[in-house]
């Protein structure tokens, strides 16, 4: 076995070299480490509520999913009455308008040029609408989530209902996060968009990223989209990756995980 000799004052320590090589590598993963007992995964299944069958196969998934909900939409109250019993979480996917004018973000969309009482009527009735929800998270939005009135007017009412919000991130302008902070609202944002290229191939491989960052930071957030091939690269990525040491979590578990962390600190 190999040993180093280290000079302390005239004296000297014999250190074997396998203990050194085993701190430096543990010091440069220790912050992560630090934060969470195991790496968590927070995957996100957004804009369920138009079709049935898409809905059922995402309640079916294995592991503890988030699933987003649109309000408004036909079948988005019976999938979050039965989300529980599948061990799925249940968070709003709230229509807000985009900078792009050709993107419609559907039915009680909010706007910033809707006046106070409009926008809070509008928005109450979205979390009314499904039932059990543990938090929000913006559908489209880049024109909302970058301005701080109408993100205030969010905040205030997430702080109100104790709900979480979970910023999708449409843009690298949105205030979502120091909006969230000031108003004492738990916030997530998306680090990965699953399926933007909706390809069996394309989607493995960000399913991979996710799992490599979560285990390098301690956590990531994952949005997909109830896409066939999404579904069927889930159903076949999930119980490999609980099986190699990395938790699916709500998005509620990590921001628990993370508060414990903070408390701790």
């Known amino acids: 076995m190999l040993y180093l000799l280290l000079f302390f004052n005239k004296k000297f320590t014999v250190i074997s070299l396998p203990l050194i090589l085993i701190a430096l590598f543990y010091g440069q993963y220790a912050t992560a480490i630090g934060k969470y007992e195991?790496?968590?995964?927070?995957?996100?299944?957004?804009?369920?509520?138009?079709?049935?069958?898409?809905?059922?196969?995402?309640?079916?998934?294995?592991?503890?999913?988030?699933?987003?909900?649109?309000?408004?939409?036909?079948?988005?109250?019976?999938?979050?009455?039965?989300?529980?019993?599948?061990?799925?979480e249940v968070i709003l996917h709230s229509p807000m308008s985009a900078i792009s004018a050709s993107k419609d973000a559907g039915l009680g969309t909010?706007?910033?040029?809707?006046?106070?009482?409009?926008?809070l009527q509008t928005f109450n009735s979205q979390l009314n609408f499904i039932p059990s929800v543990r938090g929000v998270s913006n559908h489209m939005g880049s024109a909302l989530t970058s301005q701080r009135i109408p993100m205030r007017r969010i905040m205030e009412q997430l702080k109100m209902r104790n709900l979480y919000f979970l910023d999708s991130r449409t843009t690298n302008l949105s205030v979502a996060a120091e909006v969230a902070q000031a108003y004492g609202v738990q916030y997530l944002e998306r680090k990965f968009f699953l399926d933007n290229i909706v390809k069996r191939q394309a989607i493995?491989?960000?399913?991979?990223?996710?799992?490599?960052?979560?285990?390098?930071?301690?956590?990531?957030?994952?949005?997909?989209?109830?896409?066939?091939?999404?579904?069927?690269?889930?159903?076949?990525?999930?119980?490999?990756?609980?099986?190699?040491?990395?938790?699916?979590?709500w998005a509620s578990e990590a921001l628990e995980e993370n508060f414990k962390y903070l408390s701790d600190q």
């Not at 909010?110 to 926008?119: A, G, N």
């Not at 285990?215 to 609980?242: F, N, W």
């Open 38 to 88: 195991k790496p968590k995964l927070v995957i996100v299944l957004d804009d369920i509520g138009h079709q049935r069958a898409s809905a059922e196969a995402a309640l079916a998934l294995p592991g503890r999913l988030t699933l987003a909900l649109l309000p408004f939409t036909p079948f988005s109250k019976e999938v979050a009455l039965k989300a529980s019993d599948f061990g799925k």
């Open 110 to 119: 909010l706007t910033s040029t809707q006046d106070e009482k409009y926008f």
């Open 204 to 249: 493995s491989k960000k399913i991979e990223e996710a799992v490599s960052y979560a285990r390098k930071e301690g956590h990531a957030v994952a949005i997909g989209h109830p896409y066939p091939q999404t579904l069927i690269m889930l159903s076949e990525k999930l119980p490999e990756i609980e099986r190699n040491g990395v938790d699916l979590v």
